[in-house]
């Protein structure tokens, strides 16, 4: 009989001690979770689905010595409709530029970053007025202070470049 009881408190102990291990690997996973921020380091093949081609005027920018050249246009304020999980905003890259670039939209809270919404490639020309909402990434309604975040692409070669860019923007949730 004492063995049966010796061999059912093994039972017991060997359980307990792997539900502790899942809750110790859980309770990592989700404090250690880092949000989806990645840039790839060659620029995707394929230009954003709710990019606008725009036309406009003006010679390339010059360059010298391999380096690169931007020139941005865009709006410091991004309106979040967490309902149609949709993102207006305005940013263009216009023609004169000489990188691709990808935009991401992200929220700073207690040294942590949310990101909103990404975009795929945009090309010197093309413009954007909206994005879809990142999955899970419903604000409460109201405003916050965020940043546009931008990873620069060589348009001929499509590595990426070394310089980034961040743009402080006022989001507005409804």
């Known amino acids: 009989m004492a063995k049966k009881e ?4 093994n039972w017991i102990y060997l359980i307990l ?5 899942i809750c110790v690997i859980v309770i990592i996973a989700l404090v250690f979770k880092r949000e989806d921020t990645l840039v790839p380091d060659f620029a995707p093949g394929t230009i954003d689905t709710n990019a606008i081609k ?3 005027k003006g010679d390339k920018l010059p360059t010298s010595g391999g380096g ?12 979040i409709n967490n309902e149609r999980e949709e993102v207006k905003m305005y940013f263009k890259n216009p023609s004169t530029s000489r990188e691709s670039v990808i935009l991401q939209i992200i ?10 919404a990404k975009s795929d490639l945009l090309p010197p020309g093309y413009a954007l007025y909206n994005l879809k909402l990142n999955n899970n990434q419903k604000l409460p309604k109201g405003g916050y202070k965020g ?13 990426k470049e070394i310089v980034n860019t961040e743009i402080e923007i006022s989001i507005e949730v409804s």
């Open 6 to 9: 010796k061999q059912k408190f």
């Open 107 to 116: 929220v700073k809270q207690n040294d942590k970053e949310y990101l909103l």
């Open 147 to 159: 940043i546009f975040r931008l990873t620069y692409y060589n348009e001929e070669t499509g590595t």
């Open 54 to 56: 725009e036309e406009d």
């Open 68 to 79: 690169g050249a931007v020139s941005l246009s865009y709006s410091n304020i991004v309106a």
């Open 17 to 21: 001690i792997t539900l502790i291990i």
